[in-house]
């Protein structure tokens, strides 16, 4: 089934501080990477965001590039301005993946999308849904026609600046799919990050450690476990996910009671801020 690609990459990560989640590093790799191999086999692709040349890297040779009106309009504004580029560059294609870049297992799921599709060729698009039975739509496969349509009707009446994504699907006749568990987990805040393992751009491996302060709680990279186990600063080990959950929130909660100063060594690179209301 021939398709297109629409990659949303933009956001303004107000709960990792502003930190771009492109450039978020999981496995070795930056979000926005792994979102480009999760969409290989696209006849086109097109990242949709900020530039990402300082943030995810340089995008490869013939990857499209967009921008939502007004910048950081929402997903809904953000899946026009993709399917826009591709009139720009060659044409639609039949199906449009929509993905966000920031589920690092967001691959998983996509073989399950076009099985739901070739066995129901009667519906207009497969959304994926998560194994605790959440709708994503933004991991999801839609008739191209049938966005374009949808997309030209918002934008005749209330617009498409920060309307949700659920409502300019809502008229769709969707599949739900259900896909491999974690599939549809994204990195929203640094929790999330901890427990998925997800850490900061950086040359070398790093890690986040907590430094609490009065009013909030500091999130600073730090180059080595080795240098964040000897300052006794949260430390991002083990394999079982529920098991890292409870330990990164009790160790913020413990490590923000305390007060304590439990910061990275000198030269560690970039710091960000999640503060507490």
């Known amino acids: 089934m021939e398709f297109n690609a629409v990659i949303l990459a933009g956001g303004r990560a107000t709960r990792l501080g502003g930190v771009p989640k492109p450039g978020l590093t999981f496995d070795g790799a930056s979000l926005l990477s792994h979102a480009l191999q999760a969409a290989r086999g696209a006849s086109a692709v097109v990242v949709v965001g900020p530039d990402t040349s300082g943030i995810g890297g340089v995008l490869p040779d013939g990857v499209l590039s967009a921008r939502e009106e007004p910048a950081f309009a929402g997903p809904a504004a953000a899946i026009a301005a993709g399917l826009a580029a591709f009139h720009h ?147 991002l080990l083990g394999t079982e996910r529920e098991r890292r959950r409870h330990r990164a929130r009790a160790q913020v909660r413990g490590l923000a009671r305390r007060g304590g100063r439990h910061g990275g060594p000198h030269g560690a690179s970039r710091l960000a801020t999640r503060c507490h209301r």
């Open 89 to 235: 560059n060659g044409g639609p294609a039949p199906w449009t993946l929509v993905l966000a870049c920031d589920m690092p297992h967001a691959s998983r799921g996509i073989a399950p999308l076009w099985e739901g599709l070739r066995a129901h060729p009667e519906v207009e698009g497969a959304m994926a849904v998560s194994a605790d039975g959440r709708q994503q739509p933004l991991l999801g496969v839609y008739s191209t026609t049938a966005l374009e349509r949808e997309v030209a009707a918002a934008s005749a009446t209330s617009g498409l600046t920060n309307s949700s994504v659920f409502k300019l699907l809502a008229r769709l006749n969707l599949l739900d799919v259900d896909v491999p568990a974690g599939s549809t987990d994204d990195v929203d805040t640094w929790e999330d990050a901890a427990v998925l393992d997800t850490v900061g751009r950086d040359p070398v491996p790093a890690v986040y450690a907590v430094r609490p302060s009065a009013h909030c709680v500091q999130l600073s990279m730090v180059r080595s476990v080795a240098a964040i186990r000897s300052r006794g600063a949260l430390c």
